[in-house]
């Protein structure tokens, strides 16, 4: 079942299906054992909920709601693509495989001079951890700030982006940190997913907003 999931959804992980499932988004039968056996409605029925996840970028509270109103007839499915070009969705939020790279390494792989990694680094737009180590996500931070300079940037620009960025995630926290609160086993990753859909929505707003300016 994942298999078949992961052609179209290559972020699926079994601990995500496990969570739509507590979340009573769907209602795989079990085996006399225990297994799980999702049958061809239980997989439609995910793809739909993954789909309204990566396209539409809503969250798993008007998903259910809408799976409801099907449920009972009341309304067709949503299918068509709402969202932004350009915009990422929830799932492409999640964080990267962990990789421990060094300043020489984020240096080659963004193709830049290590001056410009330092600039980056003194500037705040990245930082190595405890153990002086860099993400996959530095590189990418560094390399977008490298192109954004060719085209006259400077510092004091990056840095207002950075700050544009650092408010907008006080306002995910602001949403999801109360969940991680509740007092239930599945508190946790309902913060994590409520993160990335907010995140993920005011990404598609920047680039609505943007788009919109341009044209």
């Known amino acids: ?49 993954l789909t309204l996840q990566r396209d539409n970028y809503l969250p798993l509270k008007v998903i259910r709601e809408q799976l409801e109103a099907i449920d009972s007839g009341k309304v067709t499915p949503v299918t068509a693509k709402q969202a932004v070009d350009g915009a990422p969705s929830p799932d492409q939020l999640r964080a990267n495989e962990v990789r421990r790279l060094t300043r020489a390494d984020v240096g080659a792989r963004a193709s830049v001079a290590d001056s410009f990694v330092g600039t980056c680094i003194r500037m705040g737009l990245i930082a190595a951890d405890p153990a002086g180590f860099f993400s996959v996500d530095d590189v990418a931070v560094v390399q977008v700030s490298h192109r954004l300079t060719e085209y006259g940037l400077d510092a004091r620009h990056l840095k207002s982006l950075m700050t544009i960025a650092h408010r907008q995630m006080d306002m995910v926290a602001r949403v999801s940190d109360p969940l991680a609160h509740a007092k239930d086993e599945n508190a946790r990753q309902r913060a994590d997913e409520t993160a990335r859909e907010v995140s993920s929505l005011i990404l598609t707003l920047n680039a609505a907003l943007v788009k919109g300016n341009l044209n």
């Open 1 to 49: 079942m994942l298999k078949q999931l992961k052609a179209d959804f290559p972020d699926v992980t079994v601990s995500k299906i496990r969570f739509l499932e507590s979340e009573g988004l769907i209602s795989p039968r079990r085996s006399d054992s225990g297994y799980r056996r999702f049958s061809r409605d239980d997989i439609s029925r995910l793809r739909y909920i």
